[in-house]
């Protein structure tokens, strides 16, 4: 008897949640070109500011002196691990960069249709891999 | 309104300083694409150059300015614990104060 009372009660309240993304669809979910690009632009800007020291440090040392710079030429471009870091830094200034320079046409208004985000995001990336391949093919 | 107008004027200088460090940058790439991998002379020789050295410190400083700006709103959107976010606040400021005057001090205090 009292089933029968609570039972529509209980109907209202187990509504349907829409949320954005459930847990079980994560695994499958692939973050739009636009999206990537996005967090993309955000994480080499973290990493080139938490990397701005390191970068100083070098500066400081390959200007100290001749010794400074063979120094540093035989410790870090030497080093086959420190170089990829530091090709990994390039692409990251050269896509940060890219990437902003998007981010503020955007900023304008232009470029928000979805064909357009799309190819510009693709764009952003074929360009500051290809800058940065030809940074590194000059000065390997 | 005070807030607001802090956060246009946060929102020019972000990205005045975006396009002062890429003119930097397209710069100093120009000239090591053109010029090829800089021996110690030539590098040091163009670090003596005043206007060379006003070009960079600007550059710099604009990018830790560039970077207080963009670390600061982007550490909230992941970091939720006050504390955490403190300390990652913390190490922001601290991080660009050193920039901008660990940069002064080498291009114009070293030797």
Redesign the interface.
Known sequence: MSENISAPLAKTRARPVFRNIGFAELANYRLPIPGVASIVH?IT??A???C??FL?AM??M???S?AG??AFRNIVWANPFAKIVLIGLLFA?TYH?IA??RH?VQ?TNAWLDLPTARATAFAVFALSLLVTA??VW??W | MAAASKFVSEWWLQ?IS?VL??AY?FLV?GL??VN??P???Q??AL?ANTGFKLATLLA?LA??YH?LV??MH?WPDYVKNRAVLAVLNAY?WL?SA??AL??VY?LFG??
Do not use: P, Y
């Open positions: 955000r800007g973290i080139l500011f938490v701005l020291l100083l500066l400081q390959s200007l100290k001749e710079f063979e200034i960069m902003g320079l503020m900023d030809l940074i000059r000065l | 990205r975006a460090v890429t940058v790439l090591l694409l090829g991998t021996n110690a002379m590098w040091q670090f710099i990018t830790a970077g963009g670390a982007v922001t991080a050193a920039v660990w940069s080498i070293m030797k």
